[in-house]
């Protein structure tokens, strides 16, 4: 007779919390829907367009980045073999051309020795917020509704989020300063804030120059980070581009978070952070943050693939190191996108009539917000696309405290004209439907 | 006047610990040594031989991939496209060749869906750590000497390690359960305990099958997992191999920790864990451990990069699915080597003779572990660098307290047998100049 053995079980509330954070679970929940209705046209997913992917760009990119090495960096071949293929440098290899590209586009001007190539921005969300969460009263603020993600990344990093409000302008400046006494009188450290000036995630809207230095002026006076996510910013409107937080910065407030996901292609997973802080590690002796984060990177993901980093460096290298250059055809797209969905929603609710039917009008980016005369929920969600073919995101998704609200993300990046005309026929539908 | 304003400063010990965490300085220290010495012959870095880089195989790796996705999945052009530029499946892509080779290579059964492919193992090591470690008391145990990295991963976690004696055998098991029982004592939950049964690092150590079914039973008993990483199992002797723990376990208590970056090669980033354990998540549903290390992962990095995931599924394709086959010429530069390196030992430090001076013979694998009658730090390891142009790791590393011993690993992985033979004259003047 065989012996019994105990099978291994767990309990999930066994696991850490991050194991049950609603964001995946939402994130989850909306992947099963689309999975389940292919046919739906869907506002929901925040993918880049994929009609300019190509496989034998990816092998040329590899490629330049390669002679690169051998031409212009002087390395012998096997110096390049195994900057390509060895462990390498932390830090990552494509830190240089990150930097030229930085003050090419965004006129921003750093020392590459404070840039860590990551795995996707989101690594490098993660590095941050994991560095900067001593203890439990190490807390971080962020704008709700916001990346589902960067909640996520606080939750594994065991870091609270304190929410401060948006507004029209982006971010209710008056709430954060309210959230900031209070988390200080509570005992708190607020240690940074994170936003996304440029085409918001989920609202799509940007901040003014004005707000952005009076955000930089109170990060100031009450001495946190300001954490600036910008992975839409070179998707930009007719009227031009606005300067980002960390170019308008002259005391090393901001920690810049870069993104290749939307000008490069989300399966390179290559992101970054500009990190110029000094850190003190006693006595006279400062190290820069990058380096912080370096370390611990190097307990985490040991370096960013440097054949993924050499196919980024490759498309960059190809465009004189502007992405800004390299994003022409990708910014026509989505431009020409949104142009498209705000008229078609002018058309299908105008003004006046019922049912009472607003969104907001971003100037560029991925994203614009859907104001209903109902409130919408997952259960709707499947309605929608069980009965009317046409998917959307919940807005309670980025408030991530599961309530329902009246509001709910359109996202017109990876869609063709046709489909969005099609798809804005089929929501019109679902929202007359619900407005009785 | 200009404003006066503050800049950003920050303070070391106000960042999390584990940026201060004292193996990654150690292998900074290293680092920088073999920098500053560019000409000394290291035994010291734990890299894969490097002769058979070639950046053709790498593109050849992907077309097979890709063109694996047009015939055998049945994709068509878009498909293919989105599968390998686009956001993609959180566990993976090449889940399906990752059990396949598990099935051929190590006798391993287990569904794909258990799988999740990592960016490397160390980002393997960090979700199955985070996703164990709910409270303060829940600890690890591991095997001291140990992988630096492993540690790093749990500072990173906020989870204490447990350290468990070695021996000859590979773990004390009696060790083991002592500590055990002093954790549960103490109120600690051991959840896990982390073992390389097969040529460890730093030792070169295997268990024997008699250890390894002994440690799966107290496992059983004492209600926790192991966590088998296995970089080096397929770098065996011309005696053979063993089973590996994961093979031999009947009752998922092996969380099994898998590795590209020797077989394959450590730029491309890519690792796997196997969790097919199941977790209740209420009432009478279960779900994949994995599918728990999935959501973590979703906030962590989102996906590994499926290009890089391509390039190690090209490989595998082009093998018959079989790493044991794809790793037959490195297979033997390390059997060449690690005989070279006995041989080596043997005749400058003859039995019976002065300084006494003794070593592990491990039968395959990239490391073994010198004895000799003085104890070593970085201040000797910067001197034997400087003065004698050859470069080891002091033991101390691996149990990462700092403490000297009169150990020290030999990597020979990376040496040609010329560099083996001219760094043994160096390190055995050096060891004869201290052993006084």
Known sequence: MAAIRSEMSLELLALHASASFPGANSMNFLNEVANHFPDAISFAAGRPFEGFFDIQSVHGYLATYREHLLTKSGYDEATVLR??????????????????????DENITVDPESIVVTVGCQEAMFLTLRALRRTADDVVL????GYVGFAGAAQLADMTVLGVKDSTAGIDLDDLLVVLDRAEAAGRKPRACYVTPDFANPT??????????????????????ILEDNPYGMFYGDNGYLPTLKALDRTQRVVYLGSFA????????????????????GGEHTELLADQLAKIKSMLTVNTSPIAQAIIGGKLLQNGGSVRLASVRERQIYQNNLHRILTGLATRFPPGTVPSVSWNTPTGGFFLVLTVPFTVDDDLLTISALEHGVLWTPLH??????????????SFSHLTPDEIDTGLDRLAAFVRKYSV
């Open 83 to 104: 900057t390509l293929m060895q462990y390498g440098r932390t830090k990552g290899i494509i830190h240089d051309l990150i930097a030229a590209h930085l003050d090419i």
């Open 142 to 145: 962020a704008v709700l509704p």
């Open 204 to 225: 799509g809207i940007s901040f003014s120059v004005q707000t952005r230095n009076q955000l930089l002026r109170i990060a100031e006076e009450h001495d946190f980070l």
């Open 262 to 281: 939307k000008t490069g292609f989300p399966g390179a997973r290559v992101g970054y952070v500009v990190a110029d802080q000094r850190v003190h590690t």
């Open 397 to 410: 998704y980025f408030y991530g405290d599961g309530l329902p609200r009246n509001r709910l993300r359109l």
